[in-house]
């Protein structure tokens, strides 16, 4: 009888204990789940570079914008991402189309990603504000991609992500400078 009430005993407390045990590690995992691995927005920087294969003819005009997009993951978990397309707009007017190619960006880290633009120009030129901005000495874009992928937190807890970016793009005409500003938000 005093066998039973100590082996009772001893795993009544076993169980008080082991449940005290993973109830603190649930608080410890939470915290950090809360604070340290908290998915951060990356960084998405598209810099245009160039314009090439300028082409007029048959009414219609064509250019080609070089850019080099920077994306910047400042998570511990990488990304890998499927190829994807982004749009850029003028006043609203889709007016090109940038193929991104799918790639993976590790943990505290960043990865350049060169692409091209293949500008619409005519519909450019049809576009009311052209002329305004062209006086104005300024071509105003935005462009908008949307990169489907998975992050990975120390090759053990895989998530499906969203990740979306916006950039405005300015082109000033006088001194041929480029500029960017880009927003971006990750979703799991």
Do not use: W
Not at 5 to 33: D, E, N, Q
Not at 138 to 144: A, E, I, K, P, R
């Amino acid at each position: 009888m005093a066998n039973r009430k100590s082996s009772r005993r001893s795993l009544k407390i076993c169980c008080g204990v082991t449940a005290i045990f993973l109830i603190i590690l649930a608080i410890i995992f939470t915290s950090l789940a809360l604070t340290i691995f908290k998915p951060k927005e990356p960084k998405i920087i598209a810099q245009p570079v160039g314009f090439d294969n300028f082409q007029a003819g048959n009414m219609t005009v064509n250019a080609t914008l070089s850019m080099v997009i920077t994306i910047e993951n400042p998570n511990y978990g990488s990304f890998k991402f499927s190829n994807s397309t982004g749009y850029v707009n003028y006043h609203g007017e889709l007016v090109a189309e940038i193929p991104i190619e799918g790639d993976f960006v590790p943990a505290h880290s960043k990865v350049n990603i060169t692409t091209s633009a293949d500008l619409m120009a005519d519909k450019l030129i049809e576009n009311p504000y052209l002329l305004e901005d062209l006086l104005a000495g300024s071509l105003n874009f935005t462009s908008t991609a949307v990169l489907h992928g998975k992050v990975s937190v120390f090759k053990i807890l895989n998530l499906h992500a969203t990740s979306y970016s916006s950039c405005d793009i300015s082109i000033f005409i006088r001194t041929q400078d480029i500029e960017s500003t880009c927003k971006s938000k990750i979703k799991l």
